[in-house]
């Protein structure tokens, strides 16, 4: 039972970047997956979840209509597409899975490893 976050990177201010998260041991089959992050000195905070199907998503409003969440669930993968990245938004980004939706936007049970992320202004 893995995550593994991937696509993580440095990038000037008003780029764009795209996070994978791949699930591997297990096809995390009716979870809510989603991200979470950790800027430096800071606590771990909210990014984005969807739900199984697709049909819900929800935004920490810090990134609402700059970043879009999506999943193929055919290859058990996440997306966090990122544009008009801001400094602000450098942090470790981890991926995150749960079969609840309230937990997992809460507190979710299963984790990956991170992705540094690096907005340059």
């Known amino acids: 039972v893995q995550l593994q976050a991937s696509g993580g990177g440095l990038v000037q201010t008003g780029g764009s970047l795209r996070l994978s998260c791949a699930a591997s041991?297990?096809?995390?089959?009716?979870?809510?997956r989603g991200w979470f992050r950790q800027a430096p000195g800071k606590e771990r905070e909210f990014v984005a979840a969807?739900?199984?199907?697709?049909?819900?998503?929800t935004y920490a409003d810090s990134v609402k209509g700059r970043f879009t969440i999506s999943r193929d669930n055919g290859k058990s993968t996440v997306y966090l597409q990122m544009n008009s990245l801001k400094p602000e938004d450098t942090a470790v980004y981890y991926c995150?899975?749960?079969?609840?939706?309230?937990?997992?936007?809460?507190?979710?049970?299963?984790w990956g490893q991170g992705t540094q992320v690096t907005v340059s202004s």
């Open positions: 995150a899975a749960d079969p609840r939706w309230i937990t997992m936007i809460t507190d979710p049970r299963v």
């Open positions: 041991g297990r096809a995390f089959s009716g979870y809510a």
């Open positions: 969807i739900t199984w199907s697709g049909g819900t998503k």
